[in-house]
């Protein structure tokens, strides 16, 4: 026995059918177009709809952690407050020391007519998420193409890189890390001047390939950015080598630990310069 | 069954034109595939002719190369659209069915122009005239095909009573 729906069911029933194939349709072409920067339409739609809720919750757990911190985690506050006052103390006075020998390295490059490169235009950004599974090793940052921010646009801190920006919305973008599986940088040995290849390996650790077994590279050595990978600009630190030995193949096993604390990076700059051009 | 029917009739459609436009310049711009919606949309059932609409679409992108969903979006519309007016309007006469079936072949492109604009893809001025004659071909395809299916049912039940 059938049951027919009242007419007015009816008319609500083709109209849901409509909004759902309509859906289906616009889901299925933003899987297959890209947009002018080669990003796959739906990711992008999706980031950006996604990003106020990523920021609000960011803004919620951080304003949760900062009660937890100011107002409950409050245990040996008073002793904590003495010791700290007397560390307060003696860094000033190395303080006043380092203040001096500043002004003297000022005046010494003054002197060299040492100049810097002002050509490297940056912007602040905070890491508000990372990519739930631990392995891809994916950020997303509070900037995006409204503050110049282009896929490609190295993402670096005061300690050295961190990685570069693969996906750029309105007002957010996701970060490939260095120590992501598919990252890959262009690097010189600081002290000889050897350049390879570094890669991620998925883990917390570098490496860094297609030099020689018999080139010197020690442990201990510092990896500056080479240039050559057009992402990354010159001379920025990259890490220290832990681990340098002959391989099985005709090129070194090389382990780089990352300059950059990236299981706690919370404020990076993005270097505008670099990156793929507007549309 | 009527699933398997429905891509059938979808896909011989589609075929046949493409097959008919590379011998008769004409059929370039006879739109089978939204006939046999309109068909759908008039004559059967108005639900089913969404998915009909879908269906073709699909299969109009896949045969044509284009990205999945451009066609399907245009004529799932243009069922929504024919059935809706099928219900609400008596539209037994030739010119009625001429102009709403003309409509629907425009509503049809100019979705999917919204489409490629909406999805940052370049679009001709050419494609607005060539539009606009295919919606009038098509109204016309449809209702000659429509009197001579009218026709034939009429005869068959004469024949039966």
């Given amino acids: 026995m059938s049951v027919e729906l009242a007419p007015k069911g009816r008319e609500s029933q083709g109209i849901y059918v409509l909004i759902f194939l309509l859906l289906l349709h616009l889901i299925l072409l933003s899987l297959q177009i890209e947009d002018p920067t080669g990003a796959i339409l739906v990711k992008k739609w999706v980031l950006f709809a996604g990003a106020p809720f990523i920021s609000l919750f960011a803004g919620v757990t951080r304003g949760v952690g900062e009660v937890w911190i100011n107002y409950v985690w409050l245990h040996g506050a008073r002793e904590e407050n003495a010791r700290l006052h007397q560390a307060v103390g003696r860094l000033l006075l190395e303080a006043r020391s380092l203040e001096q020998a500043r002004q003297e390295n000022e005046r010494l490059r003054r002197l060299l007519a040492f100049k810097e490169n002002a050509s490297l235009q940056s912007i602040g950004a905070r890491v508000v998420a990372r990519a739930p599974d631990f392995l891809s090793r994916v950020v997303y940052l509070d900037r995006g193409e409204a503050d110049g921010v282009r896929a490609d646009c190295a993402v670096v801190t005061d300690s050295g890189i961190v990685g570069r920006v693969i996906l750029a919305s309105t007002h957010s973008s996701q970060v490939q890390l260095i120590t992501n599986a598919d990252a890959s940088v262009g690097v010189v040995i600081e002290r000889t001047g050897v350049p390879g290849v570094l890669r991620g390996s998925g883990g917390h650790m570098l490496e860094i390939g297609y030099i020689g077994g018999t080139e010197d590279v020690a442990v201990g050595d510092l990896v500056l950015t080479s240039g050559l990978d057009r992402i990354y600009p010159k001379g920025l630190p990259v890490g220290r080598v832990i681990e340098s030995a002959r391989g099985k193949t005709v090129f070194r096993e090389i382990r780089v630990e990352p300059a950059a604390d990236l299981l706690r990076i919370d404020e990076v700059l993005i270097l505008l310069g670099a990156g793929a051009p507007p549309p | ?161």
Wanted: without cysteine; hydrophobic residues 55%.
């Fill in chain 2, 1 to 161: 069954m009527k699933v398997l029917f429905i891509a059938g009739s979808s896909f011989v459609a589609v075929v046949a034109q493409m097959i008919a436009g590379n011998s008769f310049f004409i059929f370039n711009f006879l739109d089978l595939s939204l006939i046999l919606v309109a068909y759908w949309a008039i004559y059967r059932h108005r639900t089913q002719a969404l998915f009909v609409g879908s269906t073709v679409g699909l299969l109009q992108d896949a045969l044509l190369g284009w990205p999945l969903g451009y066609n399907g979006f245009g004529k799932t519309i243009a069922a929504f659209v024919i059935g809706q007016a099928a219900k609400r309007f008596n539209i037994e006469g030739p010119w009625i069915r001429f102009a709403l079936i003309s409509a629907a072949s425009f509503l049809n492109a100019l979705s999917m122009l919204l489409l490629f604009l909406l999805l940052q893809r370049n679009v001709s001025v050419i494609f607005v005239g060539a539009s606009l004659m295919q919606s009038i071909i098509t109204g016309g395809g449809g209702v000659l095909l429509f009197i001579a299916l009218d026709a034939y049912k009429r005869t068959h039940t004469d024949k039966v009573s």
